[in-house]
């Protein structure tokens, strides 16, 4: 989530439109592994040279790339979803108001590998989307505490379905939320229950150039 105030919006929306430009790029991509390339490199660049970049201003000209985990294809996933009871949670992003979601869904998919399935939300409000926060065992170690992003619709982070419907998971491409970087923004971490008894060794690390 972003903080505004003085922030240029034309700039903001520049950033997101980069952004779902690029997962709408690695959509349509058949190798798992390069269109992973291609997020690491896109997004490092962005990160450096954007204006909406989250790294610190006084930190980018030593910054060199997001530093991840190397691609692990055990932890790509398809799962299917079962409806849930929704619960709606709202959240105090600070400047940037109130983010309200809803649970809609559960995988199905998970359990057997990582030992549990996660929740499923829809971001309440116009336009929506799915959003799927995480925790796992590597939070606080090689990543970040407050654990990571697999989906956010809003952002266009959402890598689809599969040729049978199913939702992709790829946890390589999980990533830390903006204030994992930058304490002046404020973002909405992973509830309790979408805690997973493995680690995640896959994805976006705690990035020790920048914090």
Avoid at 12 to 25: K, T
Avoid at 87 to 92: G, W
Wanted: charged share 25%; net charge negative.
């Amino acid at each position: 989530m972003t903080v505004f105030g003085s922030l240029r919006m034309g700039e903001l929306a520049d950033w997101r439109r980069q952004i779902n430009d690029l997962y709408a790029r690695i959509r349509l991509m058949d190798d798992p592994v390069a269109a992973w390339k291609l997020w690491h490199e896109t997004r490092s660049r962005l990160f450096k040279h954007h204006a909406m970049s989250p790294v610190p201003v006084e930190k980018r000209s030593e910054f060199k790339e997001i530093n991840v985990f190397s691609y692990d294809p055990a932890f790509r996933y398809s799962v299917t979803l079962r409806p849930v009871v929704p619960i709606t949670t709202a959240v105090d992003l600070g400047p940037d108001g109130v983010m309200t979601y809803k649970s809609v869904a559960k995988t199905c998919g998970l359990e057997e590998s990582l030992g549990s399935e996660l929740t499923v939300f829809w971001i309440l409000g116009y336009g929506g989307g799915l959003f799927i926060p995480f925790q796992d065992q590597s939070n606080g170690d090689t990543s970040f505490g407050g654990g990571r992003y697999i989906i956010d619709a809003i952002k266009g982070a959402d890598l689809g379905l599969d040729p049978d419907s199913r939702l992709i998971l790829d946890f390589n491409f999980s990533y830390n939320p903006s204030c994992a970087m930058n304490a002046a923004y404020v973002c909405p971490l992973s509830p309790p229950e979408n805690k997973i008894y493995e680690a995640i060794s896959a994805g976006e690390k705690r990035d020790r150039q920048v914090t």
